[in-house]
């Protein structure tokens, strides 16, 4: 069985700051992990996803992600945060052997200028 | 680019209607997904193909059933309406490797009066 856990329904951050989104995980199989975004009424949109290459993810508008298997991880970053950054974040996770995804709960960030 | 449409972007009914949500993707994907999306709960999957005529059960079914009598097309069938299927539903395809992308439509947003 596998589960995602997003710490904080809701982030706030000013523009120009750091953004940080937490995503725990749990995956009874060797897991592949993704970050989405949603922007308001429109459907999800892939930042990035690890597949079991490189820990180290980039993405798309200047976000990554560092997958830590330690700590059942995949928190979500960005340096420097842009008021177009604000929207809606899901964290998902899908096993090894299947084409299922199970998503958290969702995180929406605001940004403040 | 990948397209995935919707039937609809906002559709409203009343209780007991039988409602169709058409799904089409323009990859030759084998497989799409049907979610349900709620404030606070993510996304919840409700049937998925992985093939013509080919479905599985997600972790919320009841209520629902689906159809995929061609590769591109999916389609959710509410056969009576009720009030608690009002919702966000989202549709999304993939190709076959498990490490393919889902990719997700605009959304139908029902209401079920």
């Known amino acids: 069985a596998q589960s995602v856990t997003q710490l904080g329904s809701h982030v706030s951050v000013s523009e120009g700051a750091l953004v940080l989104l937490r995503c725990n995980y749990s995956s009874s199989v060797p897991p592949y992990l993704f970050w989405y975004v949603q922007y308001p009424n429109q459907g999800l949109q892939l930042l990035l996803k690890y597949t079991s290459a490189a820990t180290l993810v980039k993405g798309i508008n200047g976000f ?22 604000a929207a809606e974040y899901f964290c998902a996770v899908s096993g090894t052997y299947g084409n299922k995804l199970v998503f958290g709960a969702g995180t929406i960030l605001r940004v403040k200028s | ?37 709620d404030p606070g709960l993510g996304l919840r999957l409700i049937y998925f193909s992985y ?63």
Request: proline share 2%; with cysteine.
């Open chain 2, 51 to 113: 093939d013509v005529k080919m479905k599985e059960k997600g972790d919320i079914p009841e209520g629902y059933s689906v159809s995929r009598e061609k590769k591109e097309r999916f389609s959710l069938i509410l056969e009576s309406a009720s009030t608690n299927q009002t919702s966000m539903y989202l549709c999304a395809s993939k190709g076959g490797r498990v490490t393919d992308t889902q990719y997700f439509g605009p959304g139908t947003r029902l209401t079920v009066l």
């Open chain 2, 1 to 37: 680019d990948v397209k995935v449409t919707q039937s609809s972007r906002y559709l409203v009914k009343r209780t007991g209607e039988k409602v169709f949500l058409e799904c089409v993707q323009d990859m030759d994907h084998e497989n799409m997904f049907w979610y349900r999306q």
């Open chain 1, 64 to 85: 990554e992600a560092e997958f830590k298997k330690s700590e059942t991880s995949f928190h979500l970053t960005k340096p420097s945060a842009h008021m177009s950054d």
